[in-house]
């Protein structure tokens, strides 16, 4: 132990200083290859999942304003629109106290918002998410608020504003 304090009175003060800034940079240097590693590792994986993405649908040019309305649901379409949003959210075991709707039409489109207080896990309501925008190409999911009673609860309690759009009736 007496050698080492010899050598550090040796050094003195700018020695003992130079010593520091030394394993100083030896540890900025090894913590800057595992950051390098890291940094690569998360380029690889956002090269995959860019990979993986679907690509968003364009309409095409020549679309017009007649045919894209044309393309929309009909008024008549509806009630079952909303039927399945309802029973897909029954389904997948979200509870809901209640719903509100709102329609409003003009220029010859009709939007019905649909208001709906939903219960379940986090995975539930991505998954319930997920398949009724996949079900129905004219729903839109307009707002979400997610709340946790706790942050040990499970279920998530969730409302969801969604908009089904379509024509208005002539």
Known sequence: MKPIIAIFRALGGPGLGGLLALALAAVAALLGQRWDAQAAALQAEVRALRARAVPVAVAPASLNAQQWLAALPPPSARQQRLAD????????????????????????????RVTMPVTGSYAQLR????AALAHD??????????????????????????????RAAP
């Open 85 to 112: 949003l309802l029973e897909l959210a029954a389904r997948l075991d979200l509870n809901g106290a209640r719903t509100e709707h709102r329609l409003a039409s003009a220029d010859g489109l009709e939007r019905l």
């Open 127 to 130: 998954r319930y998410i997920g």
């Open 137 to 166: 190409p004219a729903l839109s999911l307009d707002a979400i608020k997610l709340r946790r009673a706790s942050p040990m609860a499970v279920d998530v309690d969730a409302e969801l504003q969604w908009s089904l759009h379509g």
